[in-house]
Structure formats: C-alpha cells, structure tokens
C-alpha cells in the first residue's frame, strides 16, 4: 500500500512562483540535497557549488513536476536531479534560461542511488523532527534522548547525566510518541 | 514499539509503519462487521431502534430491527417503510443511511441517529408548567418547529405520499433546533406522481393494500387520526388526512391540550367522528391564543376534508401571513383588523411615524403661529419706518430748503463757490428741487464751469418734465451750450461772453445772472501785466457802449481792490445794469441820463437782490434820481 501524500508545503511553494517561496524551498531542502550530493562522493569543496545548481535546477523545474505515487516520491525527484547536476558537473549553467531548455533529467533512479535518498530523506526527516519539537523539552529530557538515538547506552548517559535509568527510559517513551506524530507530519508535508 | 527505537532512523521507520497501520485506507479495508456496538434505544409495535456505530462512516446511528422474525406480510411493510423513507430526502424528515440483511437474514434499516426528544415529551412538560420549558419553548419557536413539520409534510405530499400517522410522538425535536419527522411505517402512496418509479409504486402499493384491507383494522393514531381514518375500512385517505393531523397538532401546540380527549379510544374516535372541537382559547383560556392560529387550526380540523386546506402550502402560507402580521384566509377580516395588523407588523415604523406627524404638525402650529407675529410685528416695524422716512422727508425737505436759501444768498452777493456748495447740499436733501438746481446751474454758469452747469440743468429739466412740465429746450441751456463749445483753456473774455449771452437771453430778463456772468469774465480774464486797469476799463467802456448802443467812454483808476470809474459826461449813458456786480470804490456817473439802475424792476423778492451792492461812493447830479432797489448801502455825494 502507498503511502499518500498530502504535500501541502510542496503545493504551497508550486503555487506561489516568488522570491518568499524560494527561501522557504531552499530553507527546507538545502540539507537534504547537501546531505545526498555528499553521498555521492564528491570532493568536500565541490559539494556547496553542487547544492546550490541542484537548488537552481529544482526550482526552474518544479512547476513540472507532478506528484504521481507510481513513478516516485518527491526525494527521489530531487535525488534525480542532485545526481544529474552531479555527472554534468563539466557544464556550468550560468544563464537561468539555458536551464529550461538544456536539462532533461532522467527518469528513473538507480537502485543505490533511491537508497541513498531513503537514507539521508530518513535522517533528514528525523532530525528536521527532532529540531522541531526539542525546544519544548527539559535540558536533561533533551540530552538523555538524543543521546540514546545517537547510540549511546542507558548506562552511559546515566552515569554522564547523573540522571536515572529509569527517568531516562520514561523519557523516551514521553519524547518517542511526540517525535513519531512530528515525523509523520512532516512526512505529508514534504513529501 | 519502544524497543524498536534506539536511532533517528528506527524514529522515522517506526513513524512510517504507524503512519500506514493507521491510515484511513487501511481502516476501511480492514472492517469486518460494519454495524457494532448495538444498544437498544427504544421499540415500538413491531420494531426496535438499536443504537450502533457504523465502522464505515465512524458516525453512530439507530438501527431499525424487527421485534421478532415476522411473517412475510410483517417484513414486506417494514422494508415499505424504509423504502419509502429512503424516497424521502428533505432535512425535515429523518434520512435512511442503509437497507440491509444481518447474518441471519433478518431485514434492518439504518437511519440517522436524531439527538434529542420527541414533540411529545416536549408538550408533556410544557403541559406540566415546566418553566424551563417555557422560556424554551415560547410560541413563536412552537410555531417554528410546527412550520418545519409542515415543510416536511409538503415535500411528501409532493412525492405523493401521506405519512398516515403524524403525531407528537413521531416527531423529533433536536437540541439544536433541527425538527425531523419519523416512522413513515402507515405512509400510503398516493399514486399520482409520475416522477415516482412505477414498479417501485406498484410494488409498495400491493402490499400495503393488501395489507390493510386484509387485516381490516384502523391504522393510526386516535386523537390525531383524521375522521375519515376513524370510520376505517376503505374511506380515502389522502394527504388532508395529514392536513387533520397537523392541525390537531397546531391545536396543540396553541392550548398545551389535546384537541380531542376522550376517557379512552372508544369516546377519542366518536368525538373524531362527530367533529365536535372546542377552539383553543376556550380549551385553556389562560394562554393568550392569537386568533388567527386559532382560526387555522380549527380550519385544519374540519370533518369534511373538502372544507380544510386543500394542500399543506396553504397552511404555510397563511401562518406566514400571521407571522408577517398579515390576515390568514381563516380569518374573518375587518378594515381595523388590518389596520391594526399593519400597525403590529410595522410597529416601530409605524411609532416613529406618528412620532414624526406630530413633531411636523407641532412644528407646524408654532411655526405658522411665529409667522403671524412675525408679521404683525413686521406690519408694526413698515408703519413706524414709514412715519420715519416721512418726518425725514420733511426734514430733508426743510433742510433742503433751508440751503436753497442760503444757497441763493450767496449767489446774491455773487459768491458763486459757496452758492455751489449751498445748492448742491440743498439738491442732495431734496433731488427733485428744481429751483435748487437752476440756481446750481446759475451759480456754475457765471464760473464758466458750463459742462457742470448743462449737466444740471438736463437733470433739473428732467426734474421739470417729471412734473410734467413739457419742457425740452431753455434759453439758459441753449447759451451755455454755445459757450461751452467756445470754452478753451482760458477763461472766456467779455467780447467773447456778452454776444452768445445777448443772443439767447431777452433783454429785459435775468440781470441779475447776466451783470454776474459779465463782471465775472472782466474780473477773470486774463491781462497784461502793467496794463490790467486800462484793459479793465477798456472792457468795461466796451460793454456800456453794447449795451447804450453808443460809444461809452469811461476813466477807471486806482488798484484793483479800489477802482474809482468815471462815467462822468457820457450824456448818451442811459444803462449801466451790466455792471451792477462789479465793485467800485467810487463811481461817478454825474452829468449822464441814467435810466436804468436796478436788476430787478418790481419789488425784491430776496433781501439780498439789490444792485450795485458793492460799490462804496456814488457820485451823481443834483436832479440824478436813484433807484430804490440800487445803491442801498452806497454813500451817495451829489455834484
């Protein structure tokens, strides 16, 4: 079964074709492609400038593109289009307008490269989640359960924070729901 | 599902599989008993309502049951009934959600579960004075629910079908107002309709036919049942039969009592049958029954269904008449019924119009009263001003001519400037003095200022003609004119002056002006230094020898201020009028024949009119006869 997606902040920023819509696009994806063009092997200098033509070519195509559950979600359509900038590294497109024109981006996605995008979509959704809801926690709450999804074990943190195990597994099936209710939100959101 | 969790992206993969478990798609896919939950929420004759939750639409509903398994007969009516209600979509009228068959086969029907209390228990506890109830439940909202069972039932009787069993009971009123008519279980079609589908009709129609005729009974409910139902068996019934139950219901709604309560069936269906009904306001005089919900009620009710409305849009439309304060067709009407229903209907336009009449014709009265003072004291005010401007008048009048005669003084004594000015105040108390302006005209005139002199005189000979004096042309004016066209720079001679003066004026006439206009131009022209006495006396011999008509030879000496003339031996010397205005220290006219002297020939008219006034000795013969009106304040010597 599909999972649906509602994209109302993907609609959002379709719909309004302007400067404000771009920052948002940009604000809300620039992590994400940066974090999947890395992936891809690129020189650590190289990534910045990949970002930001990935960036240009998403938004120039973005009235294009169309939410169909078949052919892929939309981190794969951004992932397509990161990959692409990336191989046609050679070229540089420095008038807008050549970009309409010039770019056929592929259709379909390689198998490591739709993992990739999984994988960094998952952390990026997580962590955009976890930014989200943090600040409405307690200090200790905060540190205890980032710790432990960074891998840390419950007795390490304990001894770390001077907090008790058992605080520390309450708070994570406080924090855990929360965080559960904000990725899914997140997920319709953005596609 | 805690467990599974011990890294950001376990968070996300837990989230994504709760996402899809919990998704609405697979909800629905995963039903597998629709209706749950059931709860009995009341029965009836036959059928039960089960209160239920629908796991399709996740809402929950009442569920129609058969009490028991029934017989074929029992089934077929109860699946009419949903049939017909499922014909029936009107927010009046409580929607059929679904028709089915339960694991055992048995028929049920789901309907829209209606949250709140049947029209029944509502009456009941208004009937037992319950307060709340009142203040919920005042006319007009009663009125209101009565019209949502009235639109019901229209919208029916459109469809062609009569619900055959309206009551208190099968209605249901909602918290918020909503009112939803049920159990249509008697409904009948009526067989009419096209737009309805013909076997569903046929169908639905056998059965209950069949039905009824079979089983015999009377169908519906006594007290609310309409005659024609009470006397059973095969009468027709149709929708004024609903038309009786709304009515019965209106009746009601109005008194808070039954129409009709008999001790027990029996007794309800026979007052049915005879028709007898008290109207409202009888039945509970304590409640204040308008009259024309009265009389729609009692219309309603009649025996002969020919005599109620004919359709449940004319109830309507006469409780909207009622409600809009106009006259229901029920009632009789009457001009101050109508007037008086214009007036509630209208009622505040109706106060702020009258207020308004009042205040105008108030405003009216005082103003039509302030107009008449007004004008009395405006009356008061013209006469007051009138006797004013009269005294004024006659002031103006005396002080006109008060400077008319002062003006004339001065022109005597030939000081022409202030005579101006005297005539001139004299014309502005008086504009229509016309002695005043000739003696302006006079006055200017010897001053040779004749463009001043002929403009009066054209306003004086107005002034004349408007006296009607038919006066166009005057010698005065005639002369002035021609020494007006004479007049330079300088100041006109007495050669120049004298022939155009002699032209115009008659010998005899004027002196006075004519020795002023000479003395005046011989003082005032011009002369040659050195020689300004001989020129003098050259001017003057000139002017006696004009008017003697013979050479005149005259000695003038002395200073101009004392001028010694010696006329005497001019024996041909018979007129010296011409220069009675000149002044003379001495003059000498011994040894002539002089005859004429004086300006005036009768008797002084003005103190000031005799001639030679300015002149200080007169030398004349012993035999010399002076004239009395000249040389009055002359010394005179004799030679």
């Known amino acids: ?191 | 599902m805690n467990d599974d969790i011990e890294s950001w992206e376990s968070l996300y993969d837990v989230a994504d599989e709760d996402g899809r478990e919990n998704s609405l798609l697979n909800t629905l896919s995963n039903i597998d008993k629709r209706y749950t939950n059931a709860q009995l929420a009341g029965s009836g004759a036959m059928k039960k309502i089960i209160r239920t939750t629908d796991n399709v639409s996740g809402r929950i509903v009442a569920k129609a049951v058969l009490k028991s398994s029934q017989d074929e007969q029992t089934v077929e009516s109860f699946l009419r009934e949903a049939r017909i209600t499922a014909m029936l979509q009107h927010p009046n009228i409580v929607p059929l959600y679904d028709i089915g068959l339960d694991e055992q086969g048995q028929p049920f029907f789901i309907m829209k579960l209606i949250q709140g209390r049947t029209l029944r228990d509502i009456l009941e506890e208004l009937k037992n004075d319950n307060e709340k109830d009142f203040t919920d439940y005042p006319l007009p909202v009663r009125i209101d629910i009565f019209l949502k069972i009235c639109d019901a039932l229209a919208y029916a009787h459109s469809r062609a079908i009569a619900h055959l069993d309206l009551k208190p009971d099968n209605i249901t009123v909602s918290t918020y107002g909503d009112v939803v008519v049920c159990d249509w279980g008697l409904a009948a079609i009526l067989g009419r309709n096209e737009e309805i589908d013909q076997t569903l009709t046929e169908s639905l129609d056998y059965y209950s036919k069949r039905y009824y005729t079979l089983s015999g009974e009377i169908k519906g409910t006594p007290g609310y049942m309409s005659p024609e139902q009470a006397k059973g068996g095969n009468e027709a019934k149709d929708e004024r039969s609903d038309i009786y139950a709304l009515g019965s219901i209106l009746y009601e709604l109005l008194c808070l009592d039954h129409a009709l309560d008999g001790e027990n069936v029996k007794e309800t269906i026979d007052l049915t049958l005879k028709g007898h009904i008290l109207a409202p306001s009888r039945k509970n005089p304590g409640l204040n029954i308008p009259a024309s919900l009265e009389a729609i009620c009692l219309k309603a009710m009649k025996l002969d269904p020919k005599e109620r409305y004919q359709s449940v849009d004319d109830i309507i439309t006469d409780i909207d008449s009622y409600r809009h304060g106009y006259m229901t067709a029920a009632e009789e009407s009457s001009f101050f019924r109508q007037l008086y229903l214009l007036y509630k209907r209208n009622k505040q336009i109706c106060l702020s119009a009258m207020a308004l009449v009042f205040v105008i014709v108030l405003g009216s009265l005082i103003f039509i009263d302030s107009l008449k003072k007004e004008k009395e004291r405006t009356n008061e005010a013209l006469i007051k001003s009138q006797k004013l401007l009269d005294l004024n008048e006659k002031m103006s009048i005396e002080t006109s001519k008060s400077y008319f005669s002062e003006g004339r003084s001065e022109y005597y004594l030939f000081n022409n400037s202030k005579a101006v000015d005297a005539f001139k105040a004299a014309i502005i108390h008086n504009p229509k003095f016309y002695q005043a302006r000739m003696g302006l005209v006079k006055s200017l005139g010897v001053q040779q200022r004749y463009s001043e002199a002929l403009k009066q005189i054209d306003i004086a000979l107005t002034v004349k003609n408007l006296r009607r004096h038919n006066v166009h042309s005057d010698p005065i004016k005639d002369c002035f004119a021609e020494l007006e066209a004479l007049k330079s720079d300088k100041v006109l001679t007495i050669q120049e002056v004298y022939p155009v003066v002699v032209k115009h004026i008659e010998t005899d006439k004027l002196y006075t002006l004519k020795s002023q206009i000479y003395a005046w131009a011989i003082i005032n022209t011009e002369r040659t230094p050195g020689k300004k006495i001989f020129e003098v006396q050259q001017d003057l011999n000139w002017l006696l020898s004009q008017e003697n008509k013979l050479e005149i030879k005259g000695k003038l000496r002395g200073g101009l201020n004392s001028l010694k003339y010696d006329l005497s031996g001019n024996s041909g010397l018979r007129d010296i009028r011409c220069i009675s205005y000149m002044s003379f220290s001495i003059l000498d006219v011994h040894d002539s024949k002089i005859e004429e002297m004086s300006t005036i020939s009768g008797f002084p008219s003005h103190k000031n009119m005799d001639s030679f006034k300015f002149t200080k000795n007169l030398i004349v013969s012993k035999e010399q006869h002076v004239h009395e009106n000249a040389f009055i304040k002359t010394k005179v010597s004799y030679k």
């Open chain 1, 1 to 191: 079964m599909k999972y649906y997606t509602r994209q109302t902040l993907l609609q959002k920023i379709k719909d309004v074709y302007s400067e404000d819509s771009w920052n948002e696009f940009v604000e809300i994806y620039r992590p994400y492609i940066y974090h999947v063009i890395k992936t891809f092997g690129v020189k650590a200098h190289e990534i910045e400038d990949h970002v930001q033509t990935t960036l240009i070519v998403c938004w120039q195509k973005l009235p294009e593109f169309q939410y169909e559950p078949d052919k892929g979600r939309f981190r794969y359509w951004l992932s397509r289009i990161a990959k692409y900038t990336v191989s046609n590294h050679s070229r540089k497109y420095r008038r807008r307008a050549e970009l309409d024109q010039e770019i056929e981006i592929p259709t379909s996605l390689s198998p490591e490269i739709e993992e990739i995008s999984d994988r960094e979509w998952k952390m990026f959704i997580s962590k955009m989640a976890w930014d989200n809801i943090k600040d409405d926690l307690t200090e200790n709450s905060r540190l205890s359960f980032s710790a432990l999804m960074e891998g840390e074990s419950v007795e390490s943190i304990s001894e770390r924070l001077s907090m008790p195990k058992n605080t520390i597994s309450v708070n994570k099936k406080r924090i855990a729901p929360k965080m559960i209710k904000e990725i899914q939100r997140l997920q319709r959101e953005l596609g």
